[in-house]
Nanobody, 117 residues
């Protein structure tokens, strides 16, 4: 069974930086499109960034230029580097891995990012 485990969340001041990590186990990481989603209190879960098996990336407009998604297939890990954080970035961040061609999708349990002074 595929498992995704996020780490790296925490409390940071506005303008600060954090790097989230998500490690995949139980599956062939390089075959998965990986994504980061977030859910703020009272809001729907939204896509933040995604990276394909061929390293094509896409970002939500709200994070373009501030967040960078990357993957290391040798470590079975996807990263989300976040800079210039804003209070509105406060949310639980979830890692997602999917192989849409065969109908597989998995979620991590999430890691909380709080941006506050």
């Amino acid at each position: 069974q595929v498992q995704l485990v996020e780490s790296g969340g925490g409390l940071v001041q506005p303008g600060g930086s954090l790097r989230l990590s998500c490690a995949l186990s139980g599956g062939i990481f390089r075959l998965y499109t990986m994504g980061w989603y977030r859910q703020a209190p009272g809001k729907q879960r939204e896509l933040v960034a995604a990276i394909s098996t061929g390293d094509t990336t896409n970002y939500a407009d709200s994070v373009k230029g501030r967040f960078t998604i990357s993957r290391d297939n040798t470590k079975n890990t996807v990263y989300l580097q976040m800079i210039s954080l804003k209070p509105e970035d406060t949310a639980v961040y979830f890692c997602n891995g999917n192989r849409s061609a065969i109908g597989l999708m998995f979620w991590g349990k999430g890691t909380l990012v709080t941006v506050s002074s």
